[in-house]
């Protein structure tokens, strides 16, 4: 398999995706490019700060997190949980590398570099598994847990978009002309689900 000719600068993005068509040979377009890096900054910071307050937690049984706001909105609540530690580690050190490992693809991209057919099927495997697990963190907060960790739902609003513009850049015949509704409803569907769930709460705040 030979690898693919870069996109020139210049390039169009691709029907109207912000992050873009490229094609299936392994060019991106740079909007897809900067959606990697931004996406995974975002969650890279995020699993940061979890980490760290975990660390925290661990060395000191008492250590209350500064995301503690009230009894839904609690960082430790969520911590302390066995879903936290879903392969016997925190949750937060796959982040860590999942993360950086994006910024470094979306850094090379930006710098002109160009991935074979083999890397970007596997970005794309990996994207899924990371937003079927990241489906099944939600329902363990919501429903098993009755805690949100403002943290983790950085997390949850940069995987789908990954996980949906990765799978446009893949299968570049997929319609793009409204690329956005999926992470729309995406967002709509999970803040209706939190909106829903802890309602007995929200409306002490009306």
């Known amino acids: 398999m030979t690898q693919s000719t870069p996109i020139s600068a210049a390039a169009p993005v691709g029907a109207g995706s912000p992050a873009g068509a490229g094609s299936s040979t392994g060019a991106a377009s740079r909007g897809f490019a900067v959606l990697l890096v931004v996406c995974g900054v ?13 660390i925290r937690l661990l060395q000191n049984p008492d250590y209350t997190p500064n995301c503690n706001i009230n009894p839904v ?5 969520v911590m302390r949980t ?4 879903a392969f016997g580690f925190p949750n937060s050190l796959l982040g860590l590398a999942a993360f950086g490992a994006l910024i470094a693809v979306g850094a ?5 570099a160009t991935y074979r057919r083999w ?6 495997l990996g994207s ?14 919501l429903y098993e847990i009755g805690a949100l960790c403002p943290y983790c ?3 949850w609003a940069v995987v789908l978009p990954l996980c949906w513009y990765t799978t446009l850049h893949n299968f570049p015949r997929l319609t793009r002309r ?14 209706l689900l939190i909106l829903n769930r802890f309602w007995y709460f929200w409306r002490t705040l009306l």
Do not use: N, R
């Open 42 to 54: 975002l969650g890279l910071a995020a699993s940061t700060v979890l980490t760290i307050d975990k």
């Open 73 to 77: 909105i609690s960082c430790g609540s």
């Open 82 to 85: 066995a879903q936290a530690e």
């Open 108 to 112: 090379g991209l930006l710098a002109g």
């Open 119 to 124: 890397f970007w099927l596997g970005l794309q």
């Open 128 to 141: 899924v598994l990371g937003l079927g697990f990241t489906g099944w963190l939600i329902y363990q907060a």
């Open 153 to 155: 739902m950085v997390v």
């Open 178 to 191: 409204y690329h956005w509704v999926v992470p729309a409803l995406w967002y709509a569907g999970i803040a």
